[in-house]
């Protein structure tokens, strides 16, 4: 399956990581369409991220990660941190006021992948985006 992904007019796909996160994918399925707001990390590096607080997904660790590429997105399912999906859109490297964390490697994105760094920009630049998941038809 794949989802869109939409932020101040920038577009993505990207392909749900079903086989080796499914769990973590069938729990972001659920959550479908999100609407949310995106900002930069704090810790981790190039990456955009969305708090969750202490949301319980009732997730563990599969396809875990600290070291994401550029648009491979992680769901951290809360413990030493809060819940967050973690966007990457350059060099990161998953962290947290208390250390490194590893996200769930659940989405990865296949169109678009060209637009990351702007994505980044607009987020350092202008602060909070609005951003939209729905599930591509």
Known sequence: MSIQI???????????????APK????????????TRII?????????WIPFGDLDLGLAYENHTSHPAPGQLLLYPGGISETEILFPYGS????????????????????????LHELGELVILKGAQEILFTELK
């Open 92 to 115: 990161t490297l998953f962290a947290s006021k208390v250390g490194q964390l590893a996200g769930n490697h659940f989405a990865t994105v296949y169109e678009g992948s060209d637009r």
């Open 24 to 35: 973590t994918c069938a729990r972001f399925q659920a959550m479908l369409p999100l609407k």
């Open 40 to 48: 930069q990390a704090r810790w981790s590096g190039e990456a955009c």
């Open 6 to 20: 939409e932020v101040a007019g920038i577009r993505f796909l990207a392909r749900l990581e079903a086989e080796s």
